[in-house]
């Protein structure tokens, strides 16, 4: 390929919000122009070739996350999941971090896209497209009355759960090796909230989802199944992983998986350790290609949320991953699809436009 940067990567999920939340809010928001210390900012995407993708908006638990990667490093684990969050601890949480993502489309440093004209339209002024997306709704109430409020903020994707139980359902806890069948599934209301995200069109997203989460979404949503950020179970045994039923069940709705950069959900191992070869990223591409087809696979790297490999620490060396890509015999209209044309089309389909 001519030009490392291109073609463009439109992510399908990163915590850049949460780190800005945690680093001094609205008025810390320019260092994302001048530049971060963590895994992205401007100055990086241009380097990296970085257009955009779903900005998450996550309230954190009270918990060491020093004390949860030291247990992942382990041969097998099983973390303790959080205690629930209520909706009038989560809420200033959530206004916290959407303002932060409204200051940096104030700054000039991305547009917050509603449809997919507006991707398209930030793509071709060189401006980042960013996707206003809440992962763990415990900032949702039960009446629904803040989803519609937050629809019409911008809001255009939503998880119902974080791995934490939530009045929607239960998350997958963090487990390896284990299956991702590990508990209940959605309550009423959650299947309540996904008739709604339906009706509205917004983007249901079921990475953090357990199995029977997963399958209760399958049987009460219209829309193409999502997960932004999961791999393959079947080289990784994460709980936080797709089965192949999982995969197919995907693939049958058009839907799409975006390949989490996340070490212990990549490694045979399960360890959140950073020395993973590229080629490991590979091994599930093409487990994914073969399972949903070249349409339905992307990525959904978790920058600023996860350890990732060390080859692509950054968004400025995303020009590693394509380079991967092109020498393991990827073709340039498979790598494109990959980079950001499958996310365009899934959002398109899911959003209607
Ligand atoms: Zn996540």
Known sequence: MTDPRQPLIFDGHN???LKLYREGGVGGAAA??????G?????????GGFCGGFFAVYVPSPTDLAAKYDEMSKPEYQLALPDPIGWAEAVPVVMAQAAILFELERLGALKICRNVADIRAALASGIMAAIFHIEG??????????????????????????SRSTIWGEGVPFRFPSSPDTGGGLTEAGMRLVKRC?????????SHLNEAGFWDVVRHSNAPLVATHSNAHAICTHSRNLTDAQLAAIRDSDGMVGLNFAVAFLRDDGMMRADVPLLQMLRHLD????????????????YDGAVVPKDVTRISDLPNLRQAMEQHGYGPALIAKICH????????K????
């Open 287 to 302: 487990y994914l290609i073969d399972h949903v087809g070249e349409d339905r696979v992307g990525l959904g790297s978790d």
């Open 350 to 353: 899911t959003w209607g436009g």
């Open 32 to 37: 994302f122009i001048t530049g971060l210390s």
């Open 15 to 17: 915590d850049v919000l």
């Open 341 to 348: 044309e499958n996310w365009l089309r899934v959002l398109e």
């Open 39 to 47: 895994a992205m900012d401007v100055p990086s995407a241009q380097v």
């Open 198 to 206: 339906n009706t509205l069109g917004i983007m249901l997203d079921l």
């Open 137 to 162: 709704a415990e900032g949702i109430d039960a009446d629904l009355h803040t989803l519609d409020v937050l629809y019409a903020a911008g809001l255009r994707s939503i998880g119902p759960v974080w």
